[in-house]
């Protein structure tokens, strides 16, 4: 599958994935920012954004998505970087198709399996009633019976296109399907450890990469180095955007 992608910069190419419930544009202030230096290339993972929808959502079949665009727009040994969902299909892009990566940022993601879900969030969007003239603050209050956290719902509502026909960009049902998958890790298989260098960045105040997740990483990237972001949770590029910038500057620099 191509994906949807956006351009900005001249120079190496730094492909960036985003998170579940995500988009290219989320991470909008890494490409402004590092596109004055590099050819930024934000991609829209399958059922995101206005990447096509499709069936299955396991991670060798995303990395397969980016690989095949990345070809596509003759991205070879570029440098990658992936927050969350987008993290795990940049390991899985890294392990499966080293010959298109050159280096790796992993943000606040581990190649391990998690237990948590997000199929309450799942289950309010597709039960809203989406009519004509449906407002966003109709929307959130739908969603707060749920979504506690307003920031959680902000970004999610990112999501719903309002107008005549209200609809949601993110494909809710693959989504559901496929949650078992997103939340599961395994190594590609056939795949060697990724030999080239790797950058695995997280929150101090995040759950997702802990010391256990430590042998884990350098089992599949020997040379990745850990760094934790003080005063960031999960969205580390949203909490502190210049500590994340400076981190990923000083991996990439060329």
Do not use: C
Not at 27 to 47: K, P, Q
Not at 85 to 104: E, F, H, I, N, Y
Not at 150 to 170: C, I, K
Request: aromatic share 6%; glycine share 8%; proline share 6%.
């Amino acid at each position: 599958m191509i994906l949807k992608s956006y351009e900005a910069g001249e120079g190496h190419p730094l492909v960036l994935l985003h998170g579940l419930f995500g988009a290219a544009r989320n991470l909008g202030v890494l490409t402004r920012a590092l596109a004055a230096e590099r050819r930024v290339v934000a991609l829209d993972l399958r059922n995101h954004g206005d990447s096509p929808h499709a069936p299955g959502m396991d991670y060798l079949t995303m990395a397969a998505d980016v690989a095949q665009t990345m070809e596509s727009l003759g991205l070879h040994g570029a440098d990658v970087a992936g927050h969350s969902m987008g993290g795990k299909t940049a390991m899985a892009l890294a392990l499966s198709r080293p010959d298109l990566v050159a280096r790796v940022a992993v943000l606040d993601i581990a190649p391990m399996t998690y237990d948590h879900d997000y199929d309450d969030f799942v289950q309010v969007m597709l039960g809203m009633h989406l009519h004509h003239g449906l407002t966003r603050a109709e929307a959130e209050q739908e969603l707060a019976v749920v979504v506690k956290a307003a920031p959680m719902r902000a970004f999610l509502l990112n999501n719903l296109v309002l107008g005549a026909e209200p609809r949601w960009r993110v494909n809710l049902r693959a989504i559901s399907a496929a949650m078992p998958e997103l939340l599961t890790w395994r190594d590609p298989p056939g795949s060697a450890p990724f030999l080239g260098e790797a950058l695995f960045l997280y929150g101090a105040l995040s759950h997702y990469v802990t010391p256990e997740a430590e042998p884990v990483i350098h089992r599949l990237f020997p040379r990745a180095q850990l760094r934790r972001v003080e005063g960031a949770a999960h969205w580390l590029h949203a909490d502190k955007p210049a500590e994340v910038l400076a981190a990923l500057r000083e991996f990439f620099t060329v």
